[in-house]
């Protein structure tokens, strides 16, 4: 069932139901003023009876048969009983003798008690009431069919159906059309995502200039296209990348083997040669390490998340980063530690805390004039801080962004080796530890790497 059926549906239903009450309403007061009306009239007759029989008394019962014989035009049905006060019935008339009807014992005494009282008999309206004259008390009750009232009630009930089945009718035909301008929006929206593809992700929804409910779904939609472009534009990138990394240690790897080839070399040039190949295929290793561990972290739902000591996964780094080459130095700090030990665990992989810290540091030996790197442990609120600081050239503001993009080689890298995918795959484990990377660069403190981790009691 689509949303303009069930809007329509809805609409039509709450309509009829409104209309429904309303009828009801409307039926109900003028049945209750039906009664109130046809009582007044009743009341009149039975006072009238009273004050004849009170004035003519039961020897003139002749008279009174005539009298309201004459007046019988004016109701249906009717019919008069005058009881004395120990029930005994005095006088009777009936325009019908089948009209005739019995009260018992228990309704007389409680015309006595009430001393008047509306009631119905099969489908006449009643009224009774005690009259006293100076002689004695008498009962009188006059019954009646209200054929007037009813006939008018019977009307007005037909005009209320068809007016409801009419407005049931007007409500489903303006539900519909209510409906359609309301979902029109939606459909327009969702005919521009269809036709979005990989081919044309450039394309943006138009949101309009209100500030409603649609214009924010079209601001979301419009920002999760953002977000699949830029994916789908790094995803290019990394491929056009990674595939011209690893074809040119193929490629060096092939023409030294083709000119190797062509004559007969000594032992000595065959050692160069091959000791040039083992480079290239320690280079291409290297790369594809770099790639299968970027997709591992991509896969969060494998990974092994446990109490991890920060401060031994750094001395590993620490010693890890000096034996790449000789020239680098690790100045490792460690903040006073808390008396909460679980202060200064971490939540997480202590295999890829390791690899994310580990590019961090060594980035910062390769980049700095005097391959140092100085690392601080601070412990906050909650949170771990590792500080790594170099003295390399100053990372621009507008770079500080690319640095973390895969294989995106600074304009200060000059001649290091690397392909730009350390800090890519820092920043994804560290986002997997629900933590995150600050830089910030200047010529007085030098390049500052700040990670922030969560502790371990407050990782959620």
């Known amino acids: 069932m689509t949303i303009r059926t069930k809007i329509t549906l809805l609409f039509t239903v709450l309509v009829t139901a409104l209309l429904l009450l309303t009828a009801y309403t409307v039926y109900y007061l003028s049945s209750v003023q039906r009664?109130?009306?046809?009582?007044?009239?009743l009341s009149g007759r039975a006072h009238n009876a009273s004050q004849l029989?009170?004035?003519?008394?039961?020897?003139?019962?002749?008279l009174l048969q005539r009298i309201d014989r004459s007046n019988a035009r004016f109701f249906t049905s009717k019919s008069i009983h005058i009881f004395s006060e120990d029930h005994k019935r005095l006088y009777v008339f009936n325009t019908d003798a089948t009209d005739d009807f019995y009260l018992p014992q228990s309704m007389l005494n409680e015309i006595k008690?009430?001393?008047?009282?509306s009631f119905t008999i099969g489908n006449r309206d009643a009224f009774a009431q005690v009259h006293k004259d100076s002689r004695q008390r008498y009962i009188i009750v006059v019954a009646a069919f209200d054929s007037d009232g009813r006939l008018w009630l019977n009307q007005l009930q037909k005009i209320l159906f068809a007016s409801l089945f009419g407005g049931m009718a007007m409500s489903m035909l303006v539900g519909y059309v209510f409906s359609r301008q309301l979902v029109k929006p939606i459909s327009n929206i969702i005919d521009e995502v269809t036709n979005i593809s990989s081919h044309n992700l450039s394309h943006r929804i138009y949101a309009g200039s209100g500030q409603d409910e649609?214009?924010?779904?079209?601001k979301t939609f419009n920002d999760l296209l953002n977000r699949l472009q830029e994916s789908f534009t790094i995803q290019r990138r990394f491929i056009s990348n990674a595939s011209h990394e690893l074809s040119t240690p193929l490629t060096s790897i092939s023409s030294q083997l083709e000119v190797t080839l062509q004559k007969?070399?000594?032992e000595e040039e065959y050692h160069d040669v091959l000791e040039s190949v083992q480079e290239d295929v320690q280079q291409m290793r290297q790369l594809t390490k770099s790639l299968l561990e970027i997709a591992k972290?991509?896969?969060?739902?494998?990974i092994e998340l446990h109490d991890v000591r920060i401060d031994e996964v750094l001395l590993k780094v620490t010693s890890a980063v000096q034996k790449i080459s000789a020239e680098y130095v690790v100045h490792l700090h460690f903040d006073e530690f808390p008396d909460d030990e679980k202060s200064g665990l971490v939540f997480g992989n202590a295999d890829l805390l390791f690899s994310a810290l580990k590019n961090i540091v060594e980035n910062g030996c390769k980049y700095s004039a005097d391959h140092t790197s100085k690392v601080n442990l601070l412990f906050g609120k909650n949170e771990l801080v590792v500080e790594v600081i170099n003295q390399g050239?100053?990372?621009?503001?507008e770079e500080i962004e690319n640095i973390f993009l895969p294989f995106y080689r600074s304009p200060n890298s000059g001649m290091q080796k690397g392909f730009g995918l350390g800090l890519a795959l820092a920043r994804r484990i560290i986002g997997i530890h629900k933590g995150n990377i600050e830089v910030r660069s200047s010529s007085q403190e030098g390049t500052v790497f700040r990670v922030k981790l969560p502790a371990a009691g407050s990782f959620t």
Not at 35 to 41: L, M, N, P, S
Not at 55 to 61: H, M, T, Y
Not at 113 to 117: A, D, H, P, R, S
Not at 297 to 302: I, V
């Open 53 to 62: 029989f009170s004035i003519l008394g039961d020897s003139s019962q002749s």
């Open 113 to 117: 008690e009430k001393k008047e009282l």
């Open 35 to 41: 009664k109130a009306v046809f009582k007044q009239r």
């Open 393 to 397: 050239d100053v990372i621009e503001e």
């Open 264 to 266: 007969k070399r000594s």
């Open 297 to 302: 972290t991509g896969q969060e739902g494998s």
């Open 214 to 218: 649609l214009f924010q779904l079209a």
